[in-house]
């Protein structure tokens, strides 16, 4: 359902039920042999209820969205932590999730834009199903993110490109034992060119340049908190690729 409100902005709602089967595949790896899963749980569908209210608009060379979300579901597969050995486990559980967006870009003239945006997501989940509900795992939701893509077109066929983007921390998880630590805020930056080749009858071509985390920053991406202590796998480091 949606409203114009001017001419420059809409509003806009909608819900949806979607219907989804869990991964099988790790069901499936984790069994003994010979052991049916048909008559595990975990093989039982996951059923999700949406809710999304927004804003939308545009005016001259300003584009711009917000939008709000909740969904729900009473039997979601949700990662779980063993804290002996801290292998993930899977489980389900009721989960209810919500979170917030907004984005917006900006064609300050022909050749210079920007455009970022700032999403900020949350959930709980009740393990033991008796309403008793906890911060649910970083690996399902991740942390609060800022990022900003500016772009310069500096001739018809020559561009230069850039992103960055913050995570911030997160540790609700682990205070409610469903991580085995805190994430950390981290800072990124890329940044990029592009150049046509214009080969005329040869066909057309793109040559392109970036540079990955180009301020070498020390940083442990936080999907990877859940894994293994000891073994958690820093982010990659400077990168030049052509």
Do not use: C, H
Request: avoid cysteine.
């Amino acid at each position: 359902m949606a409203y114009d409100v001017s001419d420059a902005a809409t509003i806009y709602s909608n819900f949806s039920q979607g219907f989804a089967i869990p991964s099988l595949g790790f069901i499936g790896n984790n069994v003994n042999p010979g052991v049916p899963i048909s008559s595990s749980s975990l093989v039982d569908p996951v059923i999700t209820d949406s809710f999304e209210i927004g804003v939308r608009g545009s005016s001259g060379n300003v584009s711009w969205a917000t939008a709000a979300y909740y969904t729900e579901s009473e039997f979601q597969t949700t990662v779980s932590i063993d804290q002996s050995t801290g292998l993930n486990n899977r489980t389900r559980a009721p989960v209810r999730i919500w979170g917030l967006e907004l984005s917006g870009a900006w064609s300050i003239t022909e050749r210079l834009g920007i455009d970022g945006s700032i999403t900020y997501v949350d959930g709980e989940v009740d393990p033991l199903d008796n309403g008793d509900f906890i911060a649910i795992s970083t690996q399902d939701v991740p942390p609060l993110k800022v990022s900003v893509n500016p772009r310069y077109q500096i001739t018809d066929r020559w561009a230069v490109f850039g992103q960055a983007f913050f995570v911030d921390d997160r540790d609700e998880g682990f205070n409610d034992g469903t991580d085995p630590r805190a994430s950390e805020t981290y800072f990124l930056v890329d940044i990029g060119t592009s150049y046509d080749l214009n080969l005329g009858d040869a066909g057309s071509g793109v040559l392109n340049l970036q540079v990955t985390n180009a301020l070498n920053e020390d940083y442990i991406p936080a999907g990877e908190i859940t894994f293994i202590p000891g073994r958690v796998r820093p982010g990659p480091g400077r990168a030049i690729s052509m």
